[in-house]
């Protein structure tokens, strides 16, 4: 019987023991807690930041909403795609809704570098030990 080795060790071929089984499990379920305490913390910066400035709060939702607008617009896209029956981007149609997209996406660049010196400026203002400290401790 062979070996595999995954990103998790070494595997023997063919149906695994219930032991690698629960260990991969319980890989997974460790994982999943670090995601969501990663998402929780990121939540916390975002309020915090939002709190001490009010230009990054509005910058925030200013990108929110060009996010928004962006996915609306690849939908439109998938279905001019899907009426011309094309992809070929030299048809009118998909060529102006390219070019919309293209358009949505150079604001949202200039929105996002503005943004970054934002958050510059608000993570000056937030007391980052604290919320630094709260995350180690999770």
């Known amino acids: 019987m062979g070996?595999?080795?995954?990103?998790?060790?070494?595997?023997?071929?063919?149906?695994?023991?219930?032991?690698?089984?629960?260990?991969?499990?319980?890989?997974?379920?460790?994982?999943?807690?670090?995601?969501?305490i990663n998402r929780e913390n990121l939540a916390k910066w975002y309020d915090a930041r939002c709190r001490v400035s009010e230009e990054y709060r509005s910058k925030l939702d200013e990108l929110d909403s060009i996010k928004e607008?962006?996915?609306?617009?690849?939908?439109?896209?998938?279905?001019?795609?899907?009426?011309?029956?094309?992809?070929?981007?030299?048809?009118?149609?998909?060529?102006?809704e390219r070019a919309v997209i293209e358009r949505l996406k150079a604001d949202k660049k200039v929105i996002e570098s503005?943004?970054?010196?934002?958050?510059?400026?608000?993570?000056?203002q937030v007391d980052t030990k604290t919320l630094n400290d709260e995350f180690r401790a999770e």
């Open 69 to 96: 607008c962006i996915t609306q617009v690849y939908d439109a896209l998938r279905a001019a795609r899907q009426e011309e029956g094309t992809k070929d981007e030299s048809n009118p149609r998909l060529k102006a």
């Open 3 to 36: 070996t595999r080795v995954y990103k998790y060790g070494l595997v023997p071929i063919g149906y695994q023991p219930k032991e690698t089984i629960e260990e991969l499990y319980r890989a997974n379920k460790l994982w999943n807690a670090l995601v969501q």
């Open 114 to 124: 503005d943004l970054e010196c934002l958050r510059n400026e608000a993570n000056k």
